[in-house]
């Protein structure tokens, strides 16, 4: 009888120090191309403040609420400037504006009026890179220059000489 308490007390000491294991199960989504992206190859990816998440892919913006996939394509060979669709980088700003590079253009997307804007700034050429640095700043990278760019006035100067601001 003495060894079935001690196997008794075992059993609830060992279940008293092993710790709860979590049974519910973790998932993951993917998307893919059968999920409705334009591409597979997708460059750069960040979330707006309403939690939408933006993809600049080799075809174009998309944007998942997480449940569906929409696909933002003004990008076309009739626009001028040419823009060309594949996004290397696109940062969402809190007023639904989503800014973004090609390798000719810089241009801003207006999710509440689904509207692309090129943003013209004087010699610029190529786009490289694209990230933010405040509220209403963005730093855009060229062949041969960086940009300070504010998104409340449209200003931009050259870094890192704090060249004279110009207006579009």
């Not at 008293?16 to 998307?31: F, N």
């Not at 013209?120 to 855009?140: F, M, Q």
């Not at 041969?144 to 004279?164: A, C, F, H, Q």
Request: glycine letters at 10%; one cysteine or more.
């Amino acid at each position: 009888m003495s060894q079935c308490k001690y196997i008794i007390l075992v059993i609830g000491l060992l279940f008293l120090i092993t710790p709860h294991i979590d049974a519910s199960v973790k998932t993951w989504r993917q998307l893919t191309t059968d999920n409705g992206l334009l591409s597979n190859h997708v460059h750069s990816v960040d979330v707006d403040d309403d939690g939408i998440i933006w993809m600049g892919t080799r075809y174009g913006i998309m944007s998942y609420d997480g449940n569906r996939v929409v696909a933002h394509l003004p990008l076309s060979a009739h626009t001028s400037p040419k823009m060309y669709n594949d996004i290397p980088a696109l940062v969402p700003m809190d007023d639904g504006r989503v800014y973004f590079i090609t390798s000719l253009v810089f241009g801003v997307y207006d999710k509440h009026r689904d509207r692309f804007t090129p943003i013209e700034i004087d010699g610029a050429g190529s786009y490289r890179t694209l990230c933010r640095i405040g509220p209403d700043k963005l730093l855009v990278g060229g062949r041969r220059r960086l940009i300070e760019y504010d998104t409340s006035t449209g200003e931009y100067r050259d870094l890192p000489d704090g060249g004279e601001s110009v207006a579009p």
